[in-house]
């Protein structure tokens, strides 16, 4: 595991801000030489702290006015269910997140698509499809006053 002092802490909050700022913009920032700062920063991709980089994709410019949250409980909870299930998310574009939880649920989806008649063609055609599901609850996204995913 990586040191995370209070440097090593500043690269990660500046790139989680903006990923694609200049060694030497971040270097200033935080306070450290432009060598130094990169060095940090290769260790931290190195060390697999910092696993990728991502763009923000501004979804009203994608024509995507549905956002949803689904609560997927299963009828059948072996492994081999558990699989096809999670083959069947990755392979689903309309599926932007997919994780597998505790509790009442198996799976939180987080689902992006254009209208509400497209949400229901994956509804339909993507989850009625899959028979180790038992239940299906959606939680539409209104609005998102905080969202730091990047």
Request: aromatic share 6%; hydrophobic share 40%; proline share 2%.
């Amino acid at each position: 595991m990586i040191e995370l002092d209070r440097f090593n802490e500043k690269i990660l909050q500046e790139l989680g801000a903006n990923g694609r700022i200049s060694n030497t913009d971040l270097a200033e920032r935080i306070g450290l030489s432009p060598s130094a700062c990169l060095r940090r920063v290769q260790e931290l991709e190195r060390s697999g702290v910092i696993k990728r980089y991502r763009a923000v994709l501004d979804n009203d410019k994608l024509g995507i006015g549905f956002v949803a949250y689904i609560a997927i409980g299963l009828s059948d909870h072996t492994l081999k269910s558990q699989q096809n299930f999670e083959a069947a998310m990755r392979a689903a574009p309309e599926v932007r997140e997919c994780h597998n939880t505790t509790g009442a649920i198996e799976y939180l989806l987080r689902v992006e698509v254009r209208d509400i008649a497209t949400y229901k063609k994956f509804h339909v055609d993507v989850l009625g499809g899959l028979t180790q599901i038992d239940s299906v609850t959606t939680y539409v996204v209104m609005d998102s006053p905080k969202d730091d995913r990047a």
